[in-house]
Nanobody
């Protein structure tokens, strides 16, 4: 099982940007499909973005298309989430996650490993 640690969260004004990082330790990071989820106060955790093992085929929730970009650096065992044009409704704890899915259709992945989360707060 892979261990995941998120960082980069903070407090920003609406319209600002943040870059989140997810550092992975454990066997063979490049073997995992990766993704980001978030959980706002009083709501269930929801899918945000996902990326295939090779770094291609990004898959984004409609709410963040055009604003968020996911990427990964397999040599550094790290995944990134670039968040631009942030809105107050983006406020949540953001979690990175890993899946053993080996295909190209990220929307089919089931995520079984989770980080502890990093807080993102967007003020109006």
């Amino acid at each position: 099982q892979v261990q995941l640690i998120e960082s980069g969260g903070g407090l920003v004004q609406a319209g600002g940007s943040l870059r989140l990082s997810c550092a992975a330790s454990g066997p063979t990071f490049r073997s995992y499909t990766m993704g980001w989820f978030r959980q706002a106060p009083g709501k269930e955790r929801e899918f945000v973005v996902g990326i295939s093992r090779s770094g291609g085929s990004p898959y984004l929730a409609d709410s963040v298309k055009g604003r968020f970009t996911i990427s990964r650096d397999n040599a550094k065992n790290t995944m990134f989430l670039q968040m631009n044009s942030l809105k107050p409704e983006d406020t949540a704890v953001y979690y990175c996650a890993a899946s053993t899915y080996i295909g190209d259709y990220v929307e089919r992945a089931v995520f079984g490993s989770w980080g502890q989360g990093t807080q993102v707060t967007v003020s109006s």
